[in-house]
T-cell receptor
């Protein structure tokens, strides 16, 4: 089965509030994680990444937290805007035989309520 | 950031026909491109890894004779769905790797 999964399939947040999207992974050997945003009918868009030797990384309005002890990843979006409505995927990099392969989680649909 | 294009954006074809989808890296060269398939309300599933100048590497359960991949140049990979059937209807997305993977906008395939 998939080694990366999400706790919640849907999330609704009031505009301006902060949102947290969670992701669990099972492969303790994964050393690189990425969050993607996918709008309807489009390809995934890179948001932020984090390596396994880090616990936290911040970008513009987004923060990714990595807890290797419980194999948990989260994406925090601050001051949400209507344009943040999309499906968010976490993905991990598995590197067999020198080829990097992305394994995507199941996705969480985030809806921002005006 | 790097730009990846796909053509066509959507295609409708009859059952039994073949469809070719192109994936281009517009502003960088990519020795490795990837092809994914995404069914409605599901995640992206890797189909194959396309390597320039060599054979593609297919994931388990993906028929290489049905999904032909050609990576003839450093900026172009093509996916041909041969003898398409309605169950092949899906959203096909490619990515090209520079310092990380950049995704194309996807191709919606509908097989009647």
């Amino acid at each position: 089965g998939e080694s990366v999964g999400l706790h919640l399939p849907t999330l609704s947040v009031q505009e301006g509030d902060n949102s947290i999207i969670n992701c669990a992974y099972s492969n303790s050997a994964s050393d690189y994680f990425i969050w993607y945003k996918q709008e309807s009918g489009k390809g995934p868009q890179f948001i932020i990444d984090i390596r396994s030797n880090m616990d936290k990384r911040q970008g513009q309005r987004v923060t990714v937290l990595l807890n290797k002890t419980v194999k948990h990843l989260s994406l925090q979006i601050a001051a949400t805007q209507p344009g943040d409505s999309a499906v968010y995927f976490c993905a991990e990099i598995i590197v067999p035989f020198g080829n990097e392969k992305l394994t995507f989680g199941t996705g969480t649909r985030l809806t921002i309520i005006p | 950031g790097a730009v990846v294009s796909q053509h066509p954006s959507r295609v409708i074809c009859k059952s039994g026909t073949s469809v070719k989808i192109e994936c281009r890296s517009l502003d960088f060269q990519a020795t490795t491109m990837f092809w994914y398939r995404q069914f409605p309300k599901q995640s992206l599933m890797l189909m194959a890894t396309s390597n320039e100048g060599s054979k593609a590497t297919y994931e388990q359960g993906v028929e290489k004779d049905k999904f032909l991949i050609n990576h003839a140049s450093l900026t172009l990979s093509t996916l041909t769905v041969t003898s398409a059937h309605p169950e092949d209807s899906s959203f096909y997305i490619c990515s090209a790797r520079d310092e990380r993977q950049y995704f194309g906008p996807g191709t919606r395939l509908t097989v009647l």
